[in-house]
C-alpha cells in the first residue's frame, strides 16, 4: 500500500456548527483536522457526536436552521498549487468546486440517482456540466473507465437504477463521486445499508483506488473495527469535539482519551488479545496481495 505523504491536502480549523432552532444546538464545537494527500482519516464516534455535521460543513452543505458560526476549511489545491477558502466559496464557485476537487459519498447515495435515466446518461450530465471540454466519445470512455474502477461492467451504462442490486447503485454512486478525479472524498458510512460480503468488496475498491488514483479520503462510520483495518490516522469525536487524533495502530494500541478506550471496549472483536488485530485482518492482507 502506497504510504500517505505528510502534505496535507485539505485543512479544516475550529469549525463550530449551529442548528439554530428554538432551542439551538452546538452540534460541532471547535472541530479540525489536517487530511494528507493519499491519506484515508477515519472519523469515529458514537451516533450523535456531530460526524456528519462536520462533513457537511466542509462541503458546505448545510441548509437553515444549520450555521457554520465559526471556522475555516481549506482545500490545498495540488492541481493548481492554490488554496481555496472553500467557507468563502460564491454559488457558481462551489457548484464547480464540489464533484471536481472535493465529493461526498452518503449512506443512502444510492438512492439519489434519477429514476428514469440510465447510469451512463447520469455520468454523462456530470461530465458535460463539469468537463465541458471533454467531447461525446471521450465522455463515454471515462464513464466506461469509472465504472469499471468500481468494479461494475461498463455494459451498465445502458442499465437504469432499478435493474441494479442495492450494492451495485452504491458502486455507481461511489464512481460518479470519482468520475472529475477529485483531491478529496468524504465518505459518510458509504456501505452501511449493503450487506457485509458487498460492503468489504466496496472498501477493498475504495482503498485500491486511493492507492491508485492518490486521492484522499474521510472515511465516517460508527465502525471502528473496520475503521481501524482501512484508515491511515482516525480522529475520534465526542459531543461535537475531536477528543483524540491518532495513527490508526496507536489509537488501538495507545489510546489516551478515556472516551476512546470506552470506545474500544464496546466492540467485543477488539477486546481480547488487541495486538493480534491491527491491520493484519483478512481485508488488510487482500490488500496488500498478500492473499488471493
Ligand atoms: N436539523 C437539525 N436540527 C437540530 N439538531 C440537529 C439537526 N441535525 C442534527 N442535529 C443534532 O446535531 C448533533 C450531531 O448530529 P450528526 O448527525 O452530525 O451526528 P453523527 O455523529 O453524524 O450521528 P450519526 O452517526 O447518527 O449519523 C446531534 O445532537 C443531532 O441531534
Not at 481549506?74 to 465529493?103: I, M, N, P, Q
Request: proline share 4%; with cysteine; aromatic share 4%.
Amino acid at each position: 500500500m502506497n504510504a500517505p505523504t505528510r502534505e496535507v491536502a485539505l485543512s479544516v480549523r475550529d469549525v463550530t456548527v449551529v442548528y439554530e432552532t428554538e432551542d439551538p444546538v452546538t452540534a460541532v464545537s471547535s472541530a479540525g483536522f489536517d487530511l494528507h494527500r493519499g491519506e484515508i482519516l477515519g472519523l469515529a464516534g458514537e451516533s450523535g457526536c456531530g460526524k456528519t455535521t462536520l462533513a457537511y460543513a466542509v462541503n458546505r452543505l448545510h441548509q437553515p436552521p444549520a450555521r457554520i458560526a465559526s471556522g475555516s476549511v481549506v482545500l490545498h489545491d495540488a492541481v493548481t498549487g492554490t488554496d481555496v477558502d472553500v467557507l468563502a466559496l460564491g454559488e457558481e464557485e462551489l457548484r464547480a468546486f464540489r464533484w471536481s476537487k472535493l465529493s461526498m459519498v452518503f449512506q443512502g447515495a444510492m438512492n439519489a440517482l434519477n429514476p428514469v435515466r440510465s447510469v451512463g446518461a447520469q455520468l454523462d450530465d456530470t461530465l458535460r456540466a463539469h468537463a465541458p471540454r471533454l467531447d461525446r466519445r471521450a465522455r463515454r470512455e471515462r464513464s466506461a473507465d469509472v465504472l469499471t474502477r468500481v468494479g461494475v461492467s461498463p455494459d451498465r451504462l445502458r442499465a437504469y437504477p432499478h435493474e441494479l442490486s442495492g450494492g451495485m447503485r452504491q458502486r455507481v454512486m461511489i464512481a460518479m463521486a470519482m468520475l472529475l478525479e477529485p483531491q478529496v472524498m468524504i465518505m459518510d458510512e458509504p456501505t452501511t445499508a449493503l450487506d457485509v460480503v458487498v460492503q468489504r468488496d466496496i472498501l477493498r475498491e475504495i482503498v485500491r483506488l486511493r492507492d491508485e488514483m492518490q486521492f484522499a479520503v474521510v472515511f465516517i462510520t460508527h465502525d471502528l473495527p473496520l475503521l481501524l483495518e482501512i484508515s491511515d490516522r482516525i480522529a475520534v469525536m465526542r459531543g461535537g469535539v475531536v477528543v483524540e487524533l491518532d495513527t490508526a495502530e496507536n489509537l488501538y494500541r495507545h489510546a489516551t482519551h478515556p472516551y476512546t478506550r470506552k470506545l474500544l471496549g464496546s466492540f467485543p472483536s477488539l477486546s481480547g488479545d488487541r495486538g493480534a488485530f491491527i491491520r493484519s485482518g483478512e481485508l488488510d492482507a487482500e490488500l496488500s496481495g498478500e492473499t488471493a
